[in-house]
T-cell receptor, first 115, second 114 residues
Framework: AQSVTQPDIHITVSEGASLELRCNYSYGATPYLFWYVQSPGQGLQLLLKYFSGDTLVQGIKGFEAEFKRSQSSFNLRKPSVHWSDAAEYFCAVGVWKAAGNKLTFGGGTRVLVKP | EAGVTQFPSHSVIEKGQTVTLRCDPISGHDNLYWYRRVMGKEIKFLLHFVKESKQDESGMPNNRFLAERTGGTYSTLKVQPAELEDSGVYFC????????????FGNGTRLTVT
């Protein structure tokens, strides 16, 4: 069975600084990978996705993630954090099953942004 | 395009009562999923519909939970009778029936059982 680990429960970063969130997955085949963000009072918003092809994926809000098969990782990065990036971030691996993508989520990383 | 809509946004009920959550998927999305996050733990899969058919309900906790999607449009998730451990945030998501179609989530329903 697939699993996802987000090692950092909380991260505090200064506004304008760079951000990297770690995600490691376990899955026997080539995974479908996703990052979602949940801002306070909001639902889960898709930041970016990887299905195949270029291992560096660009997403919304200036985020990018890199798929590294050898490390079973899909880390999320942003060069310069804005105060509005304070939120909880979830990495997920998807398995195509029964005509749908069944997601397994990591535990989430809560990002605090200092002024 | 309207997103996935869930209501109510919050529900507070007493143990033993019944609650029904509703989800309206994005128009044209035949896939509909329910997920749940309990007390800051991982977001867990509950079940998956393709149109009106349940394709996978392996994540449903027990028979107190009943999900329906009559007509293949909106879906309801009923909890009867509710227990304290059912408290959490229930998310609905929808997608097209394509491998590269990501899940689009609603804002969730926060359920509190007292």
């Amino acid at each position: 069975a697939q699993s996802v680990t987000q090692p950092d429960i909380h991260i505090t970063v200064s506004e304008g600084a760079s951000l990297e969130l770690r995600c490691n997955y376990s899955y026997g085949a080539t995974p479908y990978l996703f990052w979602y963000v949940q801002s306070p009072g909001q639902g889960l918003q898709l930041l970016l996705k990887y299905f195949s092809g270029d291992t560096l994926v660009q997403g919304i809000k200036g985020f990018e993630a890199e798929f590294k098969r050898s490390q079973s990782s899909f880390n999320l990065r942003k060069p310069s954090v804005h105060w509005s990036d304070a939120a909880e971030y979830f990495c997920a691996v998807g398995v195509w099953k029964a005509a749908g993508n069944k997601l397994t989520f990591g535990g989430g990383t809560r990002v605090l942004v200092k002024p | 395009e309207a997103g996935v809509t869930q209501f109510p946004s919050h529900s507070v009920i007493e143990k033993g009562q019944t609650v029904t959550l509703r989800c309206d998927p994005i128009s044209g999305h035949d896939n509909l999923y329910w997920y749940r996050r309990v007390m800051g733990k991982e977001i867990k899969f509950l079940l998956h519909f393709v149109k009106e058919s349940k394709q996978d309900e392996s994540g449903m906790p027990n028979n107190r939970f009943l999900a329906e999607r009559t007509g293949g449009t909106y879906s309801t998730l009923k909890v009867q009778p509710a227990e304290l451990e059912d408290s959490g945030v229930y998310f609905c998501a929808s997608s097209q029936v394509q491998r590269n179609s990501p899940l689009h989530f609603g804002n969730g329903t926060r359920l509190t059982v007292t």
